[in-house]
């Protein structure tokens, strides 16, 4: 039985839920000053070129494309918290020898790429284990809830963190700023130990692993509302990850802006997504899941144009409105994807699902990463801005023309027959039938 704690009641009253809200919220506040610190090392310190910067943005993301597939076998096969309280100390332990380097004067763009990477891959296991313990730890009913909840804190934090991290990178410079990242990482796997939520036993299948992988490509891409999501995303985000690969090269070196400020444009952003995920619910109600889903999405990547067209004498203007619009809109639709994602699936099929998803959603972020730094060395970063906003929003628009617009709420978990079917893999159509 869970504890409660007196005087409140759901989930804020639900002691398991509070551990893991708490140890989320900490550890983003920490992530925010390493997403300013770790570019700026290598921008400011170490005079790393527009595709160096962008490649290193591509390091943190790469393990998705590599490693998601088989990591989302082995979580549907073991308990997820350990998995998350090991992920947390690695990555603690990836962040602290940057710090460590430069303060023996050992640190060089090589480390950066080796420490981004390895973080990255602590992350795969980090956020497939969290997805699917969620659902287990709050309940389906209570999922969206529980999702709408840890979106509002995390964007709320995140609104510190940057602050936090351009005040840091000013005060003590970029490197010995991650260091509060690390110590994040340790707070929040003390918080994850204690929780006392009993996982059950996992079935340990004796399927060798292709098969069991096959079956979970087979039902993301059966599954008409995740077929269309993850096509859709996956090619939004190759074109978004141009902008938010050189995003730091362009505000510094093009517009000028100082640690401080790119802080500040940051907090503005995060800010903005607090506030997107505050209102969600009743947009939700007033117009239904799968129309909030739709639009926010278009309207997340559209917000980004007015980056490029940033004038060069007074951009601030331009950046925060660019900041603030698109987190507003992300954050609902990032909130409503994920609540359908979790409650259609089943639970024996939650970490493939969510290894499936995460393989194509963040899978072509690193490639988005190298072409747009390859492609900001040809024809210059702000084309390659404008290149990225224009093909990520654009990825949208075919959500507009599948039965997903029709949505109105959560449907429920599908049911599955106690042999689940198996069907040739064949290439689904990339909108589902109406």
């Known amino acids: 039985m869970r504890s409660r704690l007196a005087g409140r009641t759901g989930l804020w009253a639900d002691d398991d839920f509070l551990k893991l809200w708490g140890a989320q919220t900490i550890s983003v506040v920490g992530s925010q000053v390493t997403l300013i610190a770790l570019p700026l090392t290598a921008i400011l310190v170490l005079d790393a070129s527009a595709f160096a910067v962008a490649a290193l943005a591509a390091m943190n993301t790469l393990p998705f494309l590599l490693f998601a597939l088989p990591a989302g076998i082995w979580i549907d096969r073991l308990r997820r918290r350990p998995l998350m309280i090991l992920a947390d100390f690695g990555r603690a332990a990836a962040l602290l020898s940057i710090p460590v380097a430069y303060a023996f004067d050992a640190l060089g763009l090589a480390h950066l790429f080796v420490a981004a990477f390895a973080v990255g891959a602590l992350t795969v296991v980090f956020d497939l284990a969290y997805l699917s313990f969620l659902p287990g730890l709050v309940g389906r009913a209570r999922v969206a809830g529980g999702n709408a909840r840890l979106e509002a804190t995390r964007t709320s934090a995140q609104a510190a963190g940057p602050g936090i991290g351009g005040g840091l990178v000013g005060l003590v410079g970029a490197p010995l700023a991650i260091l509060v990242d690390a110590v994040s990482y340790v707070v929040a796997g003390l918080l994850l130990l204690r929780i006392r939520h009993e996982e059950p036993v996992m079935r340990r299948d004796r399927r060798r692993a292709l098969p069991e992988l096959e079956e979970g490509i087979r039902y993301v891409f059966r599954q008409p509302y995740l077929r269309a999501l993850t096509l859709t995303i996956a090619a939004s985000n190759l074109f978004t990850f141009m902008v938010i690969s050189l995003f730091m090269v362009y505000a510094v070196r093009r517009l000028g802006l100082s640690p401080e400020l790119v802080g500040l444009v940051m907090t503005t952003a995060n800010l903005a997504g607090a506030a997107g995920a505050v209102v969600n619910g009743r947009v ?99 084309p390659t801005l404008f290149v990225g906003v224009v093909g990520g929003t654009l990825a949208f628009v075919p959500l507009a023309f599948t039965s997903l617009v029709r949505l109105r709420a959560l449907p429920p978990e599908e049911e599955e027959d106690e042999e689940p079917a198996v069907a040739p893999l064949v290439p689904a159509p990339a909108v589902p039938d109406a």
């Not at 739709?294 to 004498?313: F, G, N």
């Not at 639970?347 to 959603?361: A, K, W």
């Open 284 to 382: 939700v109600r007033r117009f239904g899941i799968g129309p909030t889903i739709v639009v926010s999405a278009i309207l997340a990547s559209a917000a980004w144009i007015l980056l490029p067209l940033a004038p060069a004498s007074n951009p601030l203007p331009f950046v925060v409105a660019g900041a603030a619009l698109g987190p507003l809109f992300g954050v609902m639709f990032n909130v409503n994807q994920l609540s359908l994602r979790q409650a259609i699936t089943p639970e024996r099929l939650m970490g493939r699902m969510n290894s499936v998803v995460r393989f194509m959603y963040w899978g072509t972020m690193p490639l988005g990463s190298f072409a747009g730094g390859a492609l900001a060395t040809v024809i210059g970063i702000r």
